[in-house]
C-alpha cells in the first residue's frame, strides 16, 4: 500500500457517531470544470452572464453565496494560461466585476500555494516573500470589483484572508470593519474573520465564542451563521490531531458537529482524524460528506484519492487525480497514487 508520508501512527479505530438531525445542505450548481471550459473557449460574455446571476442570487438570499464562492474558486490554479485568458477577459469586458475577482482569486491562491500549509515558523523566508508578491497582483483587482459590485463579498473574504496571511492587523481590521457593515449576512466574511481569531493567527478562543454569539443574531437571515458554534471545537480538534491525539481528535470534532451542525471543514478535519488512526471507511464517509456541501476542494480530492487508495479502489483514485490534474501540475505524491491506481486497473483487467 501507498506510504505518502502525510499520516500519523495508526491508533485503535473508533466507533463513528450519530450524523446530526438538521443537515443545511448549501444549494450548489457551479461547476469548475464548465467553467474552466468556457474560459478556454473565450465566452466572456457567457462568463459574466453565470457570474451575474451568482450575485444576484446571493443579493437575494445569503445561502446562495457559497455557489459563488464554488464558481470563483474555479480559478484557483496553477495553470499560467488561466490567469492569461483571464487578463483577455479584463481587456474584452474593463467592467466586469467578474473578470477582475477571477484574476484576484487567480493570484491570492497562488499565493497561498507558493506558502504552504505548514506553521509560520516552518516556512521558509523566500516562500512569504513569494506569497507577498501574488498577493500585491490580487488585491487591487478584488478592490476594482468590489468598487463595480460592492456587495461582492468573495472580495473581500480574499482581502481578510491575504491581510491575515501577511500578518498585517490594521488592514484586518479596517476590512473587517467594513466587510461587516457592507454585508453582515455574509458567511463567507464571519467565516475568515472567524480563521482570523484562531489562536494560530494571534487571537484566542474567548474571541472566537463572542464573535460566534454576537453572529446567531442573524442566523435567521443566514442560517449557516450556525456553523461558527463549532469552530473553537474545530480548532481544537485539529491541534489534537498534530499532537497524535487522534481519539481525543474525533471525539472534539464530533462535538464540533453537535454545536455548529453540518459545516463541510468539521468533516473534513475529522475524516483526517479518521484516516490517521486507520479507520478509512470512517475518513472516507467524512470526506464524502465533506465534498458533498462544498464540492470539488482539490485538498480534499487529494487526501479522498489517497484514502481511496488505501481501500483498494482504484478506479475512484484515478477519477479524483483526474479532476486534480486540471488545477495543478503533477507532484511526487500524486504521480505515486497515480502509478499506483494504473497498476492495479491493469491487474483488474
Given at each position: 500500500m501507498l506510504a505518502v508520508g502525510l499520516w500519523l501512527p495508526?491508533?485503535?479505530?473508533?466507533?463513528?457517531?450519530?450524523?446530526?438531525?438538521?443537515?443545511?445542505?448549501?444549494?450548489?450548481?457551479?461547476?469548475?470544470?464548465a467553467i474552466l471550459a468556457s474560459l478556454r473557449e473565450k465566452d466572456f460574455a457567457g462568463l459574466d452572464s453565470e457570474f451575474e446571476r451568482y450575485q444576484q442570487a446571493f443579493e437575494k438570499s445569503p445561502i446562495a453565496e457559497l455557489n459563488e464562492e464554488l464558481a470563483f474558486n474555479s480559478f484557483a490554479c496553477d495553470d499560467p494560461s488561466v490567469g492569461d485568458l483571464i487578463e483577455e477577459w479584463i481587456i474584452a469586458k474593463p467592467n466586469s466585476f467578474a473578470a477582475h475577482m477571477a484574476i484576484s482569486s487567480y493570484f491570492s491562491w497562488r499565493g497561498w500555494h507558493t506558502r504552504g500549509p505548514a506553521p509560520g515558523d516552518q516556512t521558509e523566508y523566500g516562500r512569504f516573500e513569494k506569497m507577498g508578491k501574488y498577493f500585491a497582483q490580487s488585491a487591487p483587482e478584488a478592490k476594482i470589483a468590489l468598487k463595480l459590485r460592492p456587495k461582492l463579498s468573495i472580495a473581500y473574504a480574499v482581502l481578510l484572508g491575504e491581510a491575515r496571511g501577511q500578518s498585517d492587523q490594521a488592514v484586518h481590521q479596517a476590512l473587517e470593519s467594513d466587510a461587516l457593515r457592507q454585508i453582515p449576512t455574509s458567511f463567507v466574511i464571519r467565516e475568515e474573520v472567524m480563521e482570523s481569531r484562531y489562536p494560530r493567527w494571534g487571537?484566542?478562543?474567548?474571541?472566537?465564542?463572542?464573535f460566534a454569539q454576537q453572529s446567531q443574531a442573524l442566523v435567521q437571515e443566514n442560517p449557516y451563521m450556525?456553523?461558527?458554534?463549532?469552530?473553537?471545537?474545530?480548532?481544537?480538534?485539529?491541534?489534537?490531531?498534530?499532537?497524535?491525539?487522534?481519539?481525543?481528535?474525533?471525539?472534539?470534532?464530533?462535538?464540533?458537529?453537535?454545536?455548529?451542525?453540518?459545516?463541510s471543514g468539521f468533516y473534513f478535519i475529522r475524516g483526517e482524524s479518521y484516516v490517521h488512526s486507520g479507520s478509512y471507511e470512517l475518513g472516507l464517509e467524512d470526506f464524502n460528506?465533506?465534498?458533498?456541501?462544498?464540492?470539488?476542494?482539490?485538498?480534499?480530492?487529494?487526501?479522498?484519492?489517497?484514502?481511496?487508495?488505501?481501500?483498494g479502489k482504484p478506479k475512484e483514485v484515478l477519477s479524483d487525480l483526474q479532476f486534480l490534474s486540471v488545477f495543478e501540475a503533477p507532484t511526487e505524491d500524486t504521480t505515486e497514487l497515480h502509478d499506483w491506481a494504473v497498476k492495479m486497473r491493469e491487474k483488474e483487467q
Open positions: 495508526v491508533q485503535a479505530q473508533t466507533t463513528p457517531p450519530e450524523r446530526p438531525l438538521v443537515r443545511l445542505a448549501p444549494p450548489v450548481t457551479a461547476d469548475k470544470l487571537g484566542d478562543h474567548e474571541l472566537m465564542a463572542d450556525h456553523w461558527l458554534l463549532g469552530f473553537i471545537d474545530a480548532d481544537d480538534g485539529e491541534t489534537l490531531a498534530m499532537h497524535g491525539e487522534l481519539s481525543q481528535s474525533i471525539a472534539t470534532l464530533t462535538q464540533a458537529i453537535q454545536k455548529g451542525g453540518d459545516y460528506r465533506a465534498n458533498a456541501l462544498s464540492p470539488q476542494d482539490l485538498d480534499l480530492l487529494f487526501l479522498r484519492a489517497d484514502v481511496l487508495a488505501r481501500l
